[in-house]
T-cell receptor
């Protein structure tokens, strides 16, 4: 299957700082990428849909000013957690949609906010 | 998008046995995808089955789809300890692109 990478794989930051997470589709172009978060022992929750060249679509309850999404190219989307707080600590996973409807997921980024 | 409901929530079997998990959904679909997630990792795409397909195989995996019952099943044959993971189904309807996940089935394969 296609490969999606995320960077970094884990990050620890102080409260109040911003953290950027990159999601790349390595061997295919993805006009649409998705960002999820997952708390321990829970399922994935969709945060937003990232469309190349246009604004992201956020799910209800997700603050767009806190979770900035940029989809600058067909292979890269970034999620910036601004002014991070301990409650933002979570596992963030991106996915990219291939041309035959499959979605391929990145390995995830573990964010810990102290 | 709609969410699939996996059943059972947890399944524990011995290595070598077969594991069957089920997925139910509510409205008609274009396709349904199965994923595996190892603890602390991302999701791995296993199989996509389209609404006009009834069965699909990939190695030790066999997926069936019954659109009349709005259900799908994932069978893992000759299970291995490495199959221990959470398994999720994701039904896709209409023009929806995003996936919505249920709680999954936690499979434990005992050596």
């Amino acid at each position: 299957g296609a490969v999606v990478s995320q960077h970094p794989s884990w990050v620890i930051c102080k409260s109040g700082t911003s953290v950027k997470i990159e999601c790349r589709s390595l061997d295919f172009q993805a006009t649409t990428m998705f960002w999820y978060r997952q708390f321990p022992k829970q399922s994935l929750m969709l945060m937003a849909t990232s469309n190349e060249g246009s604004k992201a679509t956020y799910e209800q309850g997700v603050e767009k000013d806190k979770f900035l999404i940029n989809h600058a190219s067909l292979t890269l989307s970034t999620l910036t957690v601004t002014s991070a707080h301990p409650e933002d600590s979570s596992f963030y996973i991106c996915s990219a949609r291939g041309d035959r409807d499959e979605q391929f997921f990145g390995p995830g980024t573990r964010l810990t906010v102290l | 998008s709609q969410q699939g409901e996996e059943d059972p929530q947890a399944l524990s079997i011995q290595e070598g046995e077969n594991a069957t998990m089920n997925c139910s959904y509510k409205t008609s679909i274009n396709n349904l995808q199965w994923y595996r997630q190892n603890s602390g990792r991302g999701l791995v795409h296993l199989i996509l089955i389209r609404s006009n397909e009834r069965e699909k195989h990939s190695g030790r995996l066999r997926v069936t789809l019954d659109t009349s019952k709005k259900s799908s099943s994932l069978l893992i044959t000759a299970s291995r300890a490495a199959d221990t993971a959470s398994y999720f189904c994701a039904p896709i309807s209409g023009s929806a692109r995003q996936l919505t996940f249920g709680s999954g089935t936690q499979l434990t394969v005992l050596p």
